[in-house]
């Protein structure tokens, strides 16, 4: 559209049967300028909620939230005698946080405040509500996002242990409180069993352990059975290593550089993926391993975002980030592994030649939703299929074998 034609429909006036000529231009399937005004102003906000994140992980990697929890209000002149930083920046990413809702400002006095209600989301890593490393995951995702380029146009991946290192440090954070809010007090007693179990001693697996967060809490909750972590990312795997020693849990906690799609071994009782089955490429072929490796009597346990079924009911917060985060992440990481029926399994390919038409061949996402996973885990063996339990962010599936 021109700008002639935009400014004659901005002049138009209202004839005598109460019209104009933008209602006539509408009608015909013509250019709603409200509309474009609307759009605008909301990407407008997309793009400010993008820019102050990244003063959000700055003011975590400098300690600011810390210490604006500990100094009450505070002026810039005293938070920079406090911390040893520049007045001049903090004045401006001091009032850049106040402009975005994230402190309150006294303009008499000029001091700046975080609420200890707010201090608990952003400045205290041990409450339930801590959220300030998700900002470091979203600095990983920003350095993820140029590689994308080339594997839109290519179809190819990106594997998990190639990312900023601020991606394995901020997942670990973020999921961190979530687990410990939940895992040993909700999930595992809504499991069939599986608590009394766990105090009896059995085999426990944890598929994509990361830092080891949900590996550990079980450990130390259940000290008469044997986990082992898994997770192909090096570092990672050595900040779960010395973190078992540190709990006191290493006597019965290992962990090992694996894929998430190798070999796993056999005779668990319970096997765990905490936010990472959906970073397998073939899940229905990961699902039937799963199957075959669990005991009689097993359980696989999934922690997956809550996702609706349908897209159009995935709108909210969640919908919205953990679909950014699988874009970004989670599907180049899946499609990073080899195509179903090409990487030299046996046992993945008769389950690909039983169910080639099943959904998951190609990669869940991280959205995918409870049927659609109850489908696959079906397809890979599970005749026993449930929800067990659900949190604003998480919803926990039970399989049985």
Not at 183 to 212: F, M, N, Q, T
Not at 301 to 306: G, K, Q, T, Y
Not at 367 to 393: N, Q, Y
Request: hydrophobic share 45%; net charge negative; glycine share 10%.
């Amino acid at each position: 559209m021109t700008t002639e034609t935009i400014e004659t429909i901005e002049t138009t006036e209202t004839t005598a049967d109460g019209t104009t000529a933008d209602d006539t231009a509408l009608a015909q399937g013509g250019f709603d300028l409200a509309e474009v005004e609307r759009f605008a102003f909301k990407i407008a906000q997309d793009q400010a909620t993008a820019t102050v994140s990244a003063l959000g992980w700055l003011g975590d990697r400098l300690g600011l939230w810390a210490a604006l929890a500990a100094a009450g209000p505070v002026t810039s002149g005293e938070l920079a005698a406090r911390t040893g930083l520049v007045e001049r920046y903090l004045r401006e990413w001091l009032a850049s946080q106040y402009a975005a809702g994230n402190l309150r400002y006294d303009p008499a006095n000029e001091q700046f405040h975080l609420p200890a209600e707010w201090a608990a989301v952003l400045a205290d890593p041990n409450s339930p509500a801590a959220s300030a490393g998700g900002y470091e995951s979203i600095m990983g995702f920003y350095a993820a996002a140029d590689r994308l380029v080339d594997t839109f146009r290519t179809g190819g991946g990106i594997e998990w242990g190639s990312h900023d290192p601020r991606l394995y440090s901020g997942v670990h954070r973020y999921f961190g409180p979530l687990y410990r809010a939940s895992l040993v007090s909700e999930w595992l007693p809504a499991l069939d069993g599986i608590v009394d179990r766990l105090r009896s001693g059995v085999k426990v697996l944890d598929v994509g352990c990361g830092h080891g967060s949900s590996t550990l809490l079980m450990a130390e909750a259940f000290p008469s059975s044997t986990f082992h972590g898994v997770d192909p990312h090096p570092q990672s795997v050595h900040a779960a290593r010395t973190a078992a020693h540190r709990a006191g849990v290493a006597d019965w906690t290992t962990f090992a550089v694996a894929p998430v799609t190798g070999d796993i071994g056999g005779g668990y009782s319970l096997i765990c993926f905490f936010d990472s089955f959906h970073h397998v490429r073939d899940a229905v072929a990961a699902a039937a391993a799963c199957y075959r490796a669990l005991a009689p009597g097993g359980t696989l346990m999934l922690v997956e975002p809550r996702a609706a079924d349908r897209v159009e009911d995935n709108t909210d917060v969640v919908g919205q980030s953990f679909y950014a985060a699988s874009t970004l992440v989670c599907l180049p990481d899946a499609l990073s592994q080899p195509e179903p029926g090409t990487d030299g399994d046996h046992a993945a390919h008769a389950a690909h030649a039983a169910h080639g038409d099943a959904p998951g061949r190609d990669a869940l996402g991280g959205m995918a939703g409870p049927a659609r996973i109850a489908e696959v885990l079906r397809a890979g063996g599970f005749g026993s299929v449930r929800v067990a339990a659900e949190t604003m962010v998480n919803i926990v599936i039970e399989a049985r074998r």
